[in-house]
Nanobody, 123 residues
Framework: QVQLVESGGGLVQAGGSLRLSCAAS????????MGWFRQAPGKEREFVAT???????YYADSVKGRFTISRDNAKNTMYLQMNSLKPEDTAVYYC?????????????????WGQGTQVTVSS
């Protein structure tokens, strides 16, 4: 089993930055595809970004150019650097891992999920 724990969320003003971390334990996830998703109040959870085992990345159009997903396999940790934050980025952010090498934009293709971390962007 893999446990995922997110951290780094908080309150930030519009235009500011935050870096989220997702620490994995229980198993090495260096060969796993991983991703970030978010759920805003009253909305469905949606895809944000994904990274495969060799670092290939893919982003939702809404965050492209502002967010950067990365991973440090030596630390068994994934990151999401969020710049130029907007109020519409306010959501609970979840990290996820799948036992396949490639990432995915589809939630049901992930095997493990973190508990989420709140990001609030004030205008």
């Amino acid at each position: 089993q893999v446990q995922l724990v997110e951290s780094g969320g908080g309150l930030v003003q519009a235009g500011g930055s935050l870096r989220l971390s997702c620490a994995a334990s229980g198993r090495t996830v260096g060969n796993y595809g991983m991703g970030w998703f978010r759920q805003a109040p009253g909305k469905e959870r949606e895809f944000v970004a994904t990274i495969n085992w060799v670092g290939y990345t893919y982003y939702a159009d809404s965050v492209k150019g502002r967010f950067t997903i990365s991973r440090d396999n030596a630390k068994n940790t994934m990151y999401l650097q969020m710049n130029s934050l907007k109020p519409e980025d306010t959501a609970v952010y979840y990290c996820a891992a799948r036992t396949r090498n490639y990432g995915s934009t589809i939630q049901s293709e992930y095997d493990y999920w973190g508990q989420g971390t709140q990001v609030t962007v004030s205008s």
